[in-house]
Nanobody
Framework: QVQLVESGGGLVQPGGSLRLSCKAS????????MTWFRQAPGKEREFVAS????????FYANSVKGRFTISRDNVENTVYLQMNSLKPEDTAVYYC?????WGQGTQVTVSS
């Protein structure tokens, strides 16, 4: 069972940036994909971005394409989500997911 610990959320003004981290412990295979989801109040959880552990393939939701970048550090077993040009509609709890494991979530609030 993989364990995931997220960090990096917070309050930021519109147009600002944040970087989320998700550190994984346990057995990870090269074809496993780490995925970021988010859930805003009153809305369903939605896909944000994903990256394969052993490849360069990355996928993004249309709503974040060009603003968010997902990357990984295989040595540290950590996946990052760099979020730039943040908008109020990016406000949500962000979760990382690997196979059947989920992180605890980290709150991102974009507000002036």
């Amino acid at each position: 069972q993989v364990q995931l610990v997220e960090s990096g959320g917070g309050l930021v003004q519109p147009g600002g940036s944040l970087r989320l981290s998700c550190k994984a412990s346990g057995r990870i295979l090269s074809f496993d994909a780490m995925t970021w989801f988010r859930q805003a109040p009153g809305k369903e959880r939605e896909f944000v971005a994903s990256i394969r552990w052993g490849a360069r393939t990355r996928f993004y939701a249309n709503s974040v394409k060009g603003r968010f970048t997902i990357s990984r550090d295989n040595v540290e077993n950590t996946v990052y989500l760099q979020m730039n040009s943040l908008k109020p509609e990016d406000t949500a709890v962000y979760y990382c997911n690997l196979k059947s494991s989920w992180g605890q979530g980290t709150q991102v609030t974009v507000s002036s």
